[in-house]
């Protein structure tokens, strides 16, 4: 009689917990866990320009405009837009969509996030993007016209780039913090983020454009790359981003894992302190680009890539036909160091961020390139907001650092901050160049656009503030069982809204 009961009484217990394990299981297969070497220094779009920092907000936030795969500007919250003919009036018509804190989105929202981005007493990052609006008008609930003093072609690219993110206006006009506490639109909204560790996003189920498959979305802050692979092969995390190049063979030999291969907008440079000692010469500048393989720095650090020899992508239809990537040179490095006076052994100061470890091993072999030039570069290697702070900003503490500048949808976006005045970090001081970006970013004309930009590209081979490292491939790996998730073109950032795990 017992071992009767104690039969029948198994078979709930087994069902129960072989329900539950179903339930759990599916739980799981609804989080997303994704690994990435640097995060944000903020959460608020309009306070920064760290590409960490634009890759996670991309899930919180929305825009008027978005990239999609193609890499092609299309509407988001606008439901459409139109162009005056003279390019100074831009009418947009609205998407029913709600804030995270259950506002109501409409155009009051986007005529109180424009004010606040052209409003240069903030100090916005992205300021000089937004400086021709004059107005923002909101003609109902769902149209806003903007106004500009000047045709502003590269408007409708900030509008699309992560810094175009719309706030709702009665927490801009209460003063609510967005650094730490982002409200947006987008398919995940905030829970946590605990920084150095990991930033917890849940799925917004009143998303606009259709309720996101993942529940939640777990982004995890791993500086290294060995664990973070690790990670990818014990199903830790889902999606890794620091995937060095020991580690494609086994990713691709791996049926549970995909290798991602995506093209990059990123130009990854050496950047040089125009504003110290030596490097105040062209020639020196040049110089260290001939002294520098940088086929090999790109092969080894970065797993492969195109050379460039301007500030732009390979690829672009903005980058000059007539340069040329300066090519590995050591005996005309070290006649034009000769020719500027540079003596041998002379030490520069090379500064490197943590924790992107293929921008800290491509600066090691540009050590020993320098080093067969008679230059000695001692490395420091410094905390990303230490980097951000102290190099790219502020004192800008540094004779070389190597990092890469993610692709702008328009030339404008990368080439229009000041990069012939002492405010951008290099210190090339060219005003002729400047002139040049700050015509074409005022210029409807694409064929004058072209001109001019071909101009400033070529001046910038030529005298360059930078060495040119190329543009890399921009590789991710994921597990199989991911599906839908991709990075937009040229932004790089990160989309998890079509994701789902089988």
Same mark, same amino acid.
């Given at each position: 009689?017992?071992?009767?009961?104690?039969?029948?009484?198994?078979?709930?217990?087994?069902?129960?917990?072989?329900?539950?394990?179903?339930?759990?299981?599916?739980?799981?297969?609804?989080?997303?866990?994704?690994?990435?070497?640097?995060?944000?220094?903020?959460?608020?779009?309009?306070?920064?320009?760290?590409?960490?920092?634009?890759?996670?907000?991309?899930?919180?936030?929305?825009?008027?405009?978005?990239?999609?795969?193609?890499?092609?500007?299309?509407?988001?919250?606008?439901?459409?837009?139109?162009?005056?003919?003279?390019?100074?009036?831009?009418?947009?018509?609205?998407?029913?969509?709600?804030?995270?804190?259950?506002?109501?989105?409409?155009?009051?929202?986007?005529?109180?996030?424009?004010?606040?981005?052209?409003?240069?007493?903030?100090?916005?990052?992205?300021?000089?993007?937004?400086?021709?609006?004059?107005?923002?008008?909101?003609?109902?609930?769902?149209?806003?016209?903007?106004?500009?003093?000047?045709?502003?072609?590269?408007?409708?690219?900030?509008?699309?780039?992560?810094?175009?993110?719309?706030?709702?206006?009665?927490?801009?006009?209460?003063?609510?913090?967005?650094?730490?506490?982002?409200?947006?639109?987008?398919?995940?909204?905030?829970?946590?983020?605990?920084?150095?560790?990991?930033?917890?996003?849940?799925?917004?189920?009143?998303?606009?454009?259709?309720?996101?498959?993942?529940?939640?979305?777990?982004?995890?802050?791993?500086?290294?790359?060995?664990?973070?692979?690790?990670?990818?092969?014990?199903?830790?995390?889902?999606?890794?981003?620091?995937?060095?190049?020991?580690?494609?063979?086994?990713?691709?030999?791996?049926?549970?894992?995909?290798?991602?291969?995506?093209?990059?907008?990123?130009?990854?440079?050496?950047?040089?302190?125009?504003?110290?000692?030596?490097?105040?010469?062209?020639?020196?500048?040049?110089?260290?680009?001939?002294?520098?393989?940088?086929?090999?720095? %790109? *092969?080894?650090?970065?797993?492969?890539?195109?050379? /460039? $020899? #301007?500030?732009?992508? +390979?690829?672009?239809?903005?980058?000059? !036909?007539?340069?040329?990537?300066?090519?590995?040179?050591?005996?005309?490095?070290?006649?034009?160091?000769?020719?500027?006076?540079?003596?041998?052994?002379?030490?520069?100061?090379?500064?490197?961020?943590?924790?992107?470890?293929?921008?800290?091993?491509?600066?090691?072999?540009?050590?020993?390139?320098?080093?067969?030039?008679?230059?000695?570069?001692?490395?420091?290697?410094?905390?990303?907001?230490?980097?951000?702070?102290?190099?790219?900003?502020?004192?800008?503490?540094?004779?070389?650092?190597?990092?890469?500048?993610?692709?702008? %949808? *328009?030339?404008?976006?990368?080439?229009?901050?000041? /990069? $012939? #005045?002492?405010?951008? +970090?290099?210190?090339?001081?060219?005003? !002729?160049?400047?002139?040049?970006?700050?015509?074409?970013?005022?210029?409807?004309?694409?064929?004058?656009?072209?001109?001019?930009?071909?101009?400033?590209?070529?001046?910038?081979?030529?005298?360059?503030?930078?060495?040119?490292?190329?543009?890399?491939?921009?590789?991710?790996?994921?597990?199989?069982?991911?599906?839908?998730?991709?990075?937009?073109?040229?932004?790089?950032?990160?989309?998890?809204?079509?994701?789902?795990?089988?």
């Amino acid at each position: 009689m017992r071992a009767h009961v104690r039969s029948s009484s198994s078979k709930p217990f087994v069902l129960l917990a072989a329900v539950a394990f179903l339930f759990g299981s599916l739980a799981q297969a609804q989080t997303l866990t994704l690994a990435m070497g640097a995060q944000p220094d903020t959460l608020d779009p309009q306070a920064t320009t760290a590409t960490a920092a634009f890759q996670v907000m991309r899930s919180i936030y929305d825009g008027l405009l978005e990239v999609d795969q193609s890499g092609r500007i299309v509407p988001d919250l606008a439901k459409s837009y139109s162009i005056s003919p003279d390019g100074l009036t831009y009418t947009f018509e609205l998407n029913d969509a709600t804030f995270h804190d259950g506002t109501a989105f409409d155009a009051a929202d986007v005529v109180a996030t424009l004010d606040r981005a052209r409003d240069a007493t903030r100090g916005s990052a992205k300021q000089v993007e937004f400086a021709t609006i004059t107005a923002a008008t909101a003609l109902d609930d769902h149209t806003v016209k903007v106004e500009l003093s000047t045709p502003t072609p590269a408007l409708l690219a900030s509008l699309a780039s992560g810094w175009g993110a719309i706030f709702p206006s009665e927490k801009l006009e209460s003063g609510h913090d967005f650094g730490i506490d982002p409200v947006g639109t987008g398919p995940f909204k905030l829970v946590s983020w605990s920084r150095d560790n990991a930033i917890v996003l849940a799925r917004n189920d009143d998303y606009f454009r259709g309720v996101p498959e993942l529940q939640q979305v777990v982004i995890r802050f791993v500086t290294d790359s060995a664990v973070q692979y690790q990670g990818l092969t014990t199903g830790d995390f889902d999606v890794i981003t620091n995937v060095p190049q020991v580690q494609y063979d086994s990713i691709e030999a791996d049926p549970a894992l995909t290798l991602v291969r995506q093209p990059s907008g990123t130009v990854v440079v050496g950047s040089l302190n125009a504003r110290n000692s030596y490097l105040q010469d062209a020639r020196v500048r040049r110089a260290l680009n001939l002294a520098v393989d940088t086929e090999l720095v %790109l *092969d080894v650090a970065y797993g492969g890539g195109n050379q /460039v $020899g #301007t500030f732009m992508e +390979y690829g672009s239809p903005w980058y000059p !036909e007539s340069v040329e990537p300066y090519g590995y040179d050591p005996e005309a490095a070290k006649a034009l160091l000769k020719e500027a006076g540079v003596p041998d052994g002379w030490t520069i100061r090379m500064v490197l961020p943590q924790p992107y470890p293929q921008h800290i091993q491509a600066g090691q072999i540009i050590q020993d390139f320098l080093r067969d030039v008679g230059i000695k570069a001692e490395i420091s290697i410094i905390e990303w907001g230490v980097w951000l702070s102290d190099v790219y900003n502020g004192v800008h503490d540094f004779d070389i650092t190597v990092i890469g500048h993610t692709g702008k %949808l *328009d030339p404008t976006g990368r080439l229009l901050r000041g /990069v $012939g #005045t002492d405010k951008f +970090y290099t210190g090339v001081v060219d005003a !002729e160049l400047e002139q040049w970006l700050t015509t074409a970013s005022a210029t409807a004309d694409q064929a004058t656009r072209q001109q001019l930009y071909t101009n400033a590209l070529v001046r910038m081979h030529d005298d360059p503030p930078f060495i040119y490292l190329g543009n890399p491939e921009n590789i991710s790996a994921t597990r199989a069982s991911v599906n839908g998730f991709w990075i937009t073109p040229i932004l790089e950032s990160y989309n998890f809204w079509q994701v789902h795990l089988d």
